[in-house]
């Protein structure tokens, strides 16, 4: 039996990058997925290929009706809901003179304020099958680069979560954790129009030598520690860093 065998998740934005390769690996470990997003095309082409144990809800997490749908699609598809995966998230950097405030709402609302509605809303299957809430964090709590600050805030806000609502929820035997990825190479920067796909590719691989091990990471190897959080049953609380060594700080001086 895989670690994974018959485990009910739901990834929110699990059409691409960190989310699409949970979904590979819980697939390939035997769990039954629903991923999430507003492009339909990158959700049809992932969940294709990942077979019959996985398939998909398009739809947007800042909005209620959407998360309805993604969380009552992952109780039918896979009989209850072991595992929320909220990893839908947006990239906004810029200079502080440059703050907009509308979009400082919109980063909170996608990265922070749906997660939060997202375990208010699961919040009864969740208890029912003792399952656990997974947030995204990011190294950018660890090192601080600079015009990188709206984002930044919103995963201290998801790593700050962590603690306060396992303390709330343990007692519902719901686990809470948070995975804290260094840079891998995804669309996020693309989608929010910061640079090309070549460009992003290169810059992520240009900080090499700022991690420990000298190389960014892969989708997958994020996903190891997701599933170590799901099975870990006497693990709440924790924001488990996955960064190749790069919150480390290494210098080479
Ligand atoms: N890449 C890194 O280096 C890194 C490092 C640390 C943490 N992270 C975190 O990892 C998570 C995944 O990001 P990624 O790097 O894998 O980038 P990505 O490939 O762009 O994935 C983000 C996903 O979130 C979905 N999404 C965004 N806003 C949404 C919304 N309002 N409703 C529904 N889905 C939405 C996107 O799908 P649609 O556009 O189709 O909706 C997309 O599939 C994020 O939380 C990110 O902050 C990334």
Redesign the pocket.
Known sequence: MNALTNKSVLI????????EGIARHFVDRGAYVVI????EH?LIEVAKDLGSQATYVV????LSDSRKKMIERAISHGGSLDALIS?????YRCDVQDFEEEKLIEIFH??VI?GMMLVKEAYSALKDSQGCVLF????HTQRAFPNASP?AAT?GALESLTGVLAAELGKDGIRVGCVR????????NV?AGLSTQEESDSR?ESMGNLHALGRPGT?LEVAEAFEYLVNAQWATGNVLTIDGGLGLGVTHE
């Open positions: 929110t934005g699990g059409g691409s990058g960190i989310g999430t997003g507003r492009r990158n739809g947007d997490v800042t990893n839908a998230g947006n990239m996608s990265n749906s995204v964090g990011s190294v984002y995963k990825p260094g840079g891998v190479p995804t669309q996020i989608r992520i989708p």
